[in-house]
């Protein structure tokens, strides 16, 4: 039934947007009445809780069938990585508003489902250790560049190219300025 609601919340967030997503309307979209939701999930925020860090494991999976720095190199592996990164933030924009930009008020996630995004991190930075980018300033410019390759993907391209064909020249850039030595 937890699998139920939680793809009911899913639906609802990317037809109506993460703020429609409602107990009494969840409820409805599972054939059940508000009050039995609270049998599964203590409140809307715990729900929001269990989409964050379904996404965040999704995220990861996505990462790690990514083929190594030391198989492709690092400027292949930053391409893939930064492609396979776009087009998941792409696949389901619900998925990346509530994982990057924070768009339900007053809503945190757990420690425990946060604890998943920061995997997620130390992957990154070890993926890119792997690739010679080390330092924290050329760390915090890669996330910036590709969250926002991602976000005018998402908002002002969905379904479309625009963004995700300047992947190469972006990498390119940043390697020139911010790579190994």
């Not at 995220?59 to 930064?82: F, M, W």
């Not at 990346?96 to 930009?101: H, Y």
Request: with cysteine; charged share 25%.
């Amino acid at each position: 039934m937890r699998r139920q609601i939680l793809d009911a919340a899913w639906e609802i967030a990317r037809s109506e947007g993460l703020d429609g997503v409602g107990m009494r309307k969840l409820a409805a979209a599972v054939g059940m009445r508000a009050p039995s939701l609270y049998e599964y999930f203590p409140g809307k925020d715990a729900i929001y809780d269990a989409m964050f860090a379904e996404g965040n494991e999704q995220l990861g999976a996505a990462h790690r069938a990514l083929p190594a720095p030391a198989e492709v190199g690092a400027r292949r592996a930053l391409i893939n990585s930064t492609q396979a990164f776009v087009e998941f933030c792409s696949a389901d924009d619900a998925r990346f508003q509530l994982m990057f930009q924070r768009s339900v008020p007053g809503w945190r996630p757990s420690d425990e489902a946060y604890a998943l995004a920061v995997e997620n991190l130390e992957r990154l930075d070890s993926f890119l250790a792997q690739c010679g980018i080390e330092d924290a300033d050329s760390r915090d410019i890669w996330t910036a560049i590709v969250t926002g390759l991602a976000s005018q993907q998402v908002t002002n391209d969905l379904g479309g190219q625009r963004w995700i064909r300047l992947i190469e020249q972006t990498v390119d850039m940043f390697l020139g300025a911010r790579g190994p030595a």
